[in-house]
């Protein structure tokens, strides 16, 4: 690790159970309280908040060295001084996956890579979240589903270097627009008047964000931070929920029929992946998750890993 990591106060709804330790990998400096603690509050999880930042601990000539180069495809981030860097996405995801393969086994109860637009696995002995993966999975759903999707990216640059070879076979726009910039957002929907369902393709979007497309455009929209959270809630779940909050009665029904195990097995088939990287993440056989995943298939009452997934976004998007 670059640094000791960061702990935020614990969140202890009355009457839960244990405190789950969860890392937060983010891409810039920690810590990012308006981010984490934003995610935290919406969640009825007892959880004990880490984070590490991959810019921790940096010079700000080290910094500058990773800024984005001619021919490398960025991604935009914060520093603790509340500024904005844009680095080099390929070379901060290389240093992203070297903090998170440092994780010892069972260090953490979850590992959650914060940032969307970082198109790889990373190796971890440690139940993983991966916001892009997540997100991207989210956007494939509702894209198989014939819904015209339109993504608004945090850099205008990012419209040109869109590249998820998962999404080319559907119907996908892009505008850009900075978080809490309201211009630039009612902006981004006039370049996607054609778009059916909004993401806000960046863990920086907030749900005032979501609220104010959501209100401007009539349409449905995606919050990567509903995401991420709704992920969160499924793989710790341990003991059974009485209700959810924001999540409607009949998905709760259903979630109520899930074993802890299960639910785990539903939030990673959400995020897209296969029986074997499930069995990686949770130390399990793949025959044993194939079985994990039939039967979550039949008490969520759907008949493909495109119609879970569809029903997890909505649940996270009332």
């Keep these: 690790m670059t640094k000791s990591p960061h702990a935020l106060a614990p969140t202890s709804p009355e009457g839960a159970e244990p405190h789950h330790r969860v890392m937060f990998l983010s891409v810039g400096q920690t810590p990012r309280a308006d981010l984490i603690g934003d995610m935290l509050t919406n969640l009825d999880v007892p959880i004990e908040a880490l984070?590490?930042?991959?810019?921790?601990?940096?010079?700000?000539?080290?910094?500058?060295?990773?800024?984005?180069?001619?021919?490398?495809?960025?991604?935009?981030?914060?520093?603790?001084?509340?500024?904005?860097?844009?680095?080099?996405?390929?070379?901060?995801?290389?240093?992203?996956?070297?903090?998170?393969?440092?994780?010892?086994?069972?260090?953490?109860d979850l590992v959650v890579i914060l940032s969307t637009g970082l198109f790889r696995d990373f190796e971890s002995t440690c139940p993983t979240v991966n916001a892009q993966r997540a997100l991207e999975s989210a956007v494939i759903s509702l894209a198989a589903h014939g819904s015209s999707v339109g993504l608004i990216q945090p850099l205008q640059q990012q419209i040109e270097e869109l590249d998820i070879p998962a999404l080319a076979p559907y119907k996908i726009s892009a505008s850009y627009a900075t978080d809490g910039d309201r211009k630039l957002l009612a902006s981004a929907l006039v370049d996607l008047a054609d778009a059916e369902i909004i993401v806000l393709n960046s863990v920086s979007f907030t749900e005032t964000d979501r609220q104010m497309?959501?209100?401007?455009?009539?349409?449905?929209?995606?919050?990567?931070?509903?995401?991420?959270?709704?992920?969160?809630?499924?793989?710790?779940?341990?003991?059974?929920?009485?209700?959810?909050?924001?999540?409607?009665?009949?998905?709760?029904?259903?979630?109520?029929?899930?074993?802890?195990?299960?639910?785990?097995?539903?939030?990673?088939?959400?995020?897209?992946?296969?029986?074997?990287?499930?069995?990686?993440?949770?130390?399990?056989?793949?025959?044993?998750?194939?079985?994990?995943?039939?039967?979550?298939?039949?008490?969520?009452?759907?008949?493909?890993?495109?119609?879970?997934?569809?029903?997890?976004?909505?649940?996270?998007?009332?």
């Design 51 to 108: 984070e590490i930042g991959a810019l921790d601990g940096l010079s700000k000539a080290e910094i500058d060295d990773l800024k984005v180069r001619p021919g490398e495809q960025s991604i935009v981030t914060r520093l603790s001084d509340n500024t904005d860097v844009v680095v080099s996405k390929p070379r901060i995801a290389e240093r992203m996956a070297k903090i998170a393969a440092a994780f010892h086994p069972n260090e953490f």
């Design 213 to 318: 497309v959501a209100k401007a455009s009539g349409k449905p929209v995606v919050l990567a931070r509903r995401i991420v959270a709704s992920a969160i809630r499924l793989l710790l779940h341990r003991s059974q929920p009485v209700t959810l909050p924001g999540v409607s009665p009949e998905f709760t029904e259903k979630l109520l029929r899930l074993t802890p195990r299960e639910r785990q097995v539903l939030s990673l088939v959400a995020e897209g992946l296969s029986n074997k990287a499930i069995a990686r993440q949770l130390g399990i056989s793949p025959k044993t998750v194939e079985i994990h995943r039939s039967n979550v298939m039949s008490k969520m009452e759907v008949t493909s890993s495109n119609a879970l997934i569809r029903m997890v976004v909505a649940a996270g998007h009332p």
